[in-house]
């Protein structure tokens, strides 16, 4: 599987941005997703997660009700609107493919439990 992650730049406090990841070399409605982030200096976190069917979504605390994870299996592209965005949302973003079936538990919350990763792309939220 390969990803590849787009999207990211440098927008106001307050603005939004829409992150894509494309996949290719396996059926993408057969596995889950999940977005990551990393800011400088600290570690990868979990930011949202989507099942292969898109029938459940969840994610971290901090971007409730401000960010929504979606996926066109059509397109084989899952997508991060990330509305209302702070300062602390800055970081590199990255996808991953879940292709044990963990995301439709709703686990996939660690980036250990992820089998491929694309290559990150860079959010700056400037205040």
């Known amino acids: 599987v390969q990803l590849q992650a787009s999207g990211g730049g440098l927008v106001q406090a307050g603005g939004s941005l829409r992150l894509s990841c494309a996949a290719s070399g396996r059926t993408f409605s057969s596995y889950g997703m999940g977005w990551f982030r990393q800011a400088p200096g600290k570690e990868r976190e979990f930011v949202a997660a989507i099942s292969w069917s898109g029938a459940r979504a969840y994610y971290t605390d901090s971007v409730k009700g401000r960010f929504t994870i979606s996926r066109d299996n059509a397109k084989n592209t899952v997508y991060l609107q990330m509305n209302s965005l702070k300062p602390e949302d800055t970081a590199v973003y990255y996808c991953?493919?879940?292709?044990?079936?963990?995301?439709?538990?709703?686990?996939?919350?660690?980036?250990?439990?992820?089998?491929?990763w694309g290559q990150g792309t860079l959010v700056t939220v400037s205040s």
């Open positions: 991953a493919a879940d292709l044990s079936g963990r995301t439709q538990r709703g686990l996939g919350r660690t980036l250990y439990e992820y089998d491929y």
